[in-house]
């Protein structure tokens, strides 16, 4: 299997354009997350979704912050406008979710400065 | 607010040498789960611990739950370079255990 892909690897962009962040979940997965991390506040859980509904948004920072899945194969988090505070490697991860656990496997993130 | 904490948060010991990492927590959790990341990857799973008590190896790695599943620890016999990363744990709640909330984290470095 390829794995949890994600694109682009790194985006330098400038404060106030808009961010599109892209991830391609394993193939049968039924659960994808999206996770940001920075030095200063670790690994955060952004949103998550399950059959592609999102379940849980709370961990969203605020209003600029999007996420769409409109197949079980894609999903995008979308930051509108981008501010500097918004750098830091995002990472999307999809899981196959049972009542008996789940594994959650990692892309290799996207790192995205805003300048 | 962060739920769990881990320690220390930077420990950098010689080829060889045993450690123990710790993972404490005021909230209960349904699962516990260490990762490990290395320098441009995500996390990788390293196990999971679901039982009070529970005590998983994996090689030289150990693991184990707390008995009130509030706290881990991860303990490396005889550590090697290789075992260098970021190790992260990470509390399960939800149905499948899917809603994660991952710790401070503890960058390890072992030198040769």
């Known amino acids: 299997d390829a794995g949890v892909i994600q694109s682009p690897r790194h985006e330098v962009t400038e404060m106030g354009q808009e961010v599109t962040l892209r991830c391609k979940p394993i193939?049968?997965?039924?659960?994808l997350f999206w996770y940001r991390q920075t030095m200063m506040r670790g690994l955060e859980l952004l949103i998550y979704?399950?059959?592609?509904?999102?379940?849980?948004d709370s961990g969203m920072p605020e209003d600029r912050f999007s996420a769409k899945m409109p197949n079980a194969s894609f999903s995008t988090l979308k930051i509108q406008p981008s501010e500097p505070r918004d750098s830091a490697v995002y990472f999307c991860?999809?899981?196959?979710?049972?009542?008996?656990?789940?594994?959650?496997?990692f892309g290799e993130g996207s790192w995205l400065t805003v300048v | 607010t962060q739920l769990l904490e881990q320690s220390p948060q930077f420990l950098s010991i010689q080829e060889g040498e045993n450690l123990t990492v710790y993972c404490n927590s005021s909230?209960?959790?349904?699962?516990l789960q260490w990762y490990r990341q290395e320098p441009g990857e995500g996390p990788v799973l390293l196990v999971t611990?679901?039982?009070?008590?529970e005590v998983k190896k994996l090689k030289r790695l150990t693991f184990q739950f707390g008995d009130a599943r509030k706290d881990s620890s991860l303990h490396i016999t005889a550590a090697q370079p290789g075992d260098t990363g970021l190790y992260l744990c990470a509390g399960g709640k939800g149905f499948g255990n899917e809603k994660l909330t991952f710790g401070t984290g503890t960058r390890l470095t072992i030198i040769p």
């Open positions: 193939s049968g997965h039924n659960s």
């Open positions: 909230s209960v959790f349904s699962s």
């Open positions: 611990v679901v039982t009070g008590g």
């Open positions: 979704f399950n059959n592609n509904v999102p379940i849980d």
């Open positions: 991860a999809s899981s196959l979710v049972r009542s008996s656990g789940n594994t959650i496997y």
